[in-house]
């Protein structure tokens, strides 16, 4: 087993999940995307390495990832849910023209958000997260 997959495993472990060949294979796909895939994308690359594997399977498997804080979904203005496969605090660049969706690590905007909620929190609500969506247009040529 190569280190990329045994990182996986211990991922899917540490979340509190039984370790399955499905699991794995679809955090692999996942993370190998990095553009924020749909289940039905991630269906589609699967069946070249795993054809008896199922739209339901996926389906089912990326939202126990998710509950368990795995992977995170990423709702977006279009109605399709996808996912992300980085769960470490960050935003989302969203390209309105090629309806992509980049990461984006800024600490100095998190401390400037955590710091203006600190000061003006919104009252009766507790918040558990900061993440923005970003959305706009590159401007230059931009490749993941």
């Given at each position: 087993?190569?280190?990329?997959?045994?990182?996986?495993?211990?991922?899917?472990?540490?979340?509190?999940?039984?370790?399955?060949?499905q699991?794995?294979?679809?955090?692999?796909?996942?993370?190998?995307?990095?553009?924020?895939?749909?289940?039905?994308?991630?269906y589609?690359?699967?069946?070249?390495?795993?054809?008896?594997?199922s739209?339901?399977?996926?389906?089912?498997?990326?939202?126990?990832?998710?509950?368990?804080g795995?992977?995170?979904?990423?709702?977006?203005?279009?109605g399709?849910?996808?996912?992300?496969?980085?769960?470490?605090?960050?935003?989302?660049?969203i390209?309105?023209?090629?309806?992509d969706?980049?990461?984006?690590?800024?600490?100095?905007?998190?401390?400037?958000?955590?710091?203006?909620?600190t000061?003006h929190?919104?009252?009766?609500?507790?918040?558990?997260?900061?993440?923005?969506h970003?959305?706009?247009s590159?401007?230059?040529?931009?490749?993941?």
């Open positions: 087993m190569d280190v990329h997959k045994h990182i996986l495993r211990d991922k899917i472990s540490t979340g509190g999940l039984k370790v399955t060949p699991r794995v294979a679809i955090l692999e796909t996942l993370v190998q995307m990095k553009n924020h895939p749909t289940a039905d994308n991630i589609s690359k699967l069946q070249k390495q795993q054809p008896n594997i739209l339901g399977t996926v389906y089912k498997t990326l939202e126990t990832l998710a509950t368990h795995i992977i995170n979904k990423v709702n977006t203005d279009t399709l849910l996808r996912y992300d496969a980085i769960t470490e605090n960050h935003h989302h660049l390209c309105i023209d090629k309806q969706i980049s990461d984006y690590f800024d600490q100095d905007l998190d401390r400037l958000l955590t710091e203006y909620f000061h929190p919104i009252p009766g609500f507790t918040i558990k997260n900061l993440k923005l970003i959305i706009g590159f401007t230059i040529n931009h490749n993941h």
